[in-house]
């Protein structure tokens, strides 16, 4: 795996070895199709996935409405500062996301969709080889994002997603809650995960 920027320069909550694992995924999914994440923030997870897929002269779709989750907001535990539009009162990580993304030399690779999930999902018809899911933590949010997306996996895709805490001790549960859905929907199958980041197939 060759980045062409250090992923510790970018704003994130992505571990490094849960960024090389969507590395791999992305270069093994993007021989036979476009990949999708939702939850960019500055792009971390993006390096990681677009590095993957412009190997393949594949595009990445990065979904993020750039206002951030609940926890970005002002007051909130993970606020920074940096990233508050001050006039608008909003937050606004896009422009350190589209920064990132050229000086890493992404920008024809990486195809931002800056809306809500579920908005950016409303007329989707492409059927995606990877859909990695990092969005919102809410309950509503994880299950919007996983009902929005998970249908347009195709056979042998990677349904990928970060923060997964079968323990209530050590996360939020709605990352595990939607990985559990997918299981029980009987049309993934589990592969090994790394670290917080689950990982499924489609069958
Ligand atoms: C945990 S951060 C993503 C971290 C990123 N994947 C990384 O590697 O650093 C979550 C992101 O999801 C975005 N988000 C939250 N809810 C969303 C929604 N409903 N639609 C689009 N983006 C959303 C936030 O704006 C935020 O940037």
Redesign the pocket.
């Known amino acids: 795996m060759q980045l062409t920027i250090n992923p510790e320069t970018?704003?994130?909550?992505?571990h490094p070895d849960e960024?090389a694992r969507l590395y791999d995924l992305a270069a093994d999914a993007a021989r036979r199709g476009p990949c999708l994440?939702?939850?960019?923030?500055?792009?971390?997870?993006?390096l990681y996935l677009g590095t993957a897929c412009r190997k393949h002269e594949q595009l990445l779709y990065a979904?993020?409405?750039?206002?951030?989750?609940e926890e970005?907001q002002l007051g909130e535990e993970y606020h920074d500062a940096d990233l508050y539009d001050a006039a608008a009162g909003r937050?606004d990580?896009f422009r350190e996301f589209r920064r990132n993304m050229d000086a890493a030399g992404l920008s024809d690779t990486v195809v931002p969709i800056v809306?809500?999930?579920?908005v950016?999902a409303r007329h989707w018809n492409t059927p995606l080889s990877l859909v990695?899911i990092?969005?919102?933590?809410s309950e509503a949010?994880a299950l919007?994002?996983y009902r929005s997306w998970s249908t347009a996996i195709a056979s042998g895709g990677f349904l990928a997603i970060?923060d997964i805490f079968p323990d209530p001790a050590d996360g939020g549960q709605a990352p595990w809650h939607i990985y559990q859905l997918a299981m029980a929907s009987g049309l993934f199958e589990p592969l090994t995960s790394t670290l917080t980041l689950g990982v499924l197939r489609r069958c």
């Open positions: 970018i704003k994130g909550f992505l960024g994440e939702v939850g960019s923030y500055c792009g971390r997870s993006t979904v993020d409405h750039h206002r951030g989750s970005h937050m990580s809306a809500s999930s579920p950016a990695f990092d969005g919102g933590h949010a919007a994002d970060h």
